[in-house]
């Protein structure tokens, strides 16, 4: 692993921290999506700045996954208005959101089993088509796409998220952190605008949940992608993001600096339900008026 993403201090917390600018990457409007009787996401508006680490939080159920399946083209919204750089990307199919630079990971890993961690991240280069390479790596659009050329920058990204040594194994032989941390590489190949990150930590213990922490600041740090990441460990998500948006069932019901979101009285309430947050708030008054602490605060919920 190297040095640079050794667990850390906190990002929002570091001097160093590098905001989203004004830039809107993304512009969502209104978006909604009905399944039946069930509204799952509902008048959902938000700006992505370039650049920005956002966290999008809410209990279960809250409709995070079907935001994600709705920007990256799983699923097409009933109604609202998605916009990138200023071009409507509204219900665009996922293949044609990939060109533009729009890439995600999935709650449940998908890789492919049967294939060595190297071959799952091939596709990558296939599927984000010619006009998904990037001036970075292609100089010249007639550059011929050489095996050669292809492994090499496989591998570059594999070794600098500390995963290359694993490259000709299965990866159904690899441990379950290994395997996010390859669902990341292989985003990370698409060379992505945007990024939905749904769930990167789920199933993984302390250290490995560090590690891809880690990752993810680094992948902030350096380079130009704007970054969504859904998480129930709170340390992870508060740890990250600059700002964060609380949804819940369907809706935003909070959004600001990760420290407000945390004691705002809404989040508290979505995630422990009324009785809990009378207690609470009994305990508050008890307590001289100091916020009562969530109990997600630095551990999963
Ligand atoms: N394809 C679908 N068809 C029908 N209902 C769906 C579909 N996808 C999601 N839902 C419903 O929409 C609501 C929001 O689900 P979603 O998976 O987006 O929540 P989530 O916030 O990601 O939850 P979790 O934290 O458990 O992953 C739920 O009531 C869910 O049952
Ligand atoms: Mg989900």
Not at 41 to 61: C, K, M, Q, Y
Not at 69 to 79: F, I, Q, W, Y
Not at 209 to 218: F, G, K, L
Request: hydrophobic letters at 40%; aromatic letters at 6%; a positive charge.
């Amino acid at each position: 692993m190297q040095k640079g993403w050794l667990p850390g201090p906190s990002q929002a917390d570091s001097p160093h921290v590098r905001g989203g600018n004004e830039t809107a990457v993304l512009q969502v409007d209104k978006l909604t999506k009905k399944f039946g009787g069930l509204t799952a996401v509902a008048d959902f508006s938000f700006t992505l700045g370039h650049r920005e680490l956002l966290g999008l939080i809410g209990p279960n159920g809250a409709g995070k996954t079907t935001v994600f399946n709705l920007l990256s083209g799983v699923l097409r919204p009933t109604s609202g208005k998605v916009t990138l750089q200023g071009e409507d990307i509204t219900g665009l199919p996922p293949h044609k959101l990939t060109t533009k630079g729009i890439i995600r990971t999935f709650q449940n890993l998908k890789l492919m089993k049967g294939l060595s961690l190297l071959d799952n991240m091939r596709p990558a280069f296939h599927l984000r088509g010619s006009s998904g390479f990037r001036d970075s790596f292609f100089q010249n659009a007639r550059y011929a796409l050489t095996e050669k050329i292809m492994v090499e920058k496989i591998m570059d990204t594999l070794d600098s998220i500390g995963i290359g040594q694993y490259r000709n194994v299965n990866v159904e032989d690899l441990s379950y952190g290994i395997q996010k941390r390859a669902e990341l590489a292989r985003a990370l190949l698409f060379e992505p605008k945007v990024l939905f990150l749904d769930e990167p930590a789920a199933g993984l213990n302390p250290q490995e949940t560090d590690e891809v922490m880690n990752i993810v600041r680094h992948i902030h740090k350096t380079t130009e992608t704007s970054i969504i990441v859904v998480e129930h460990n709170m340390k992870f998500v508060m740890g990250l993001s600059q700002r964060v948006i609380v949804m819940n069932q369907g809706a935003i019901i909070a959004e600001g600096p990760p420290a407000a979101v945390q004691s705002h009285p809404d989040v508290i309430k979505a995630y422990l339900g009324e009785r809990a947050w009378k207690k609470q708030a009994q305990a508050l008054e008890k307590n001289n008026g100091h916020a009562p602490k969530t109990p997600q605060e630095g551990s999963g919920c």
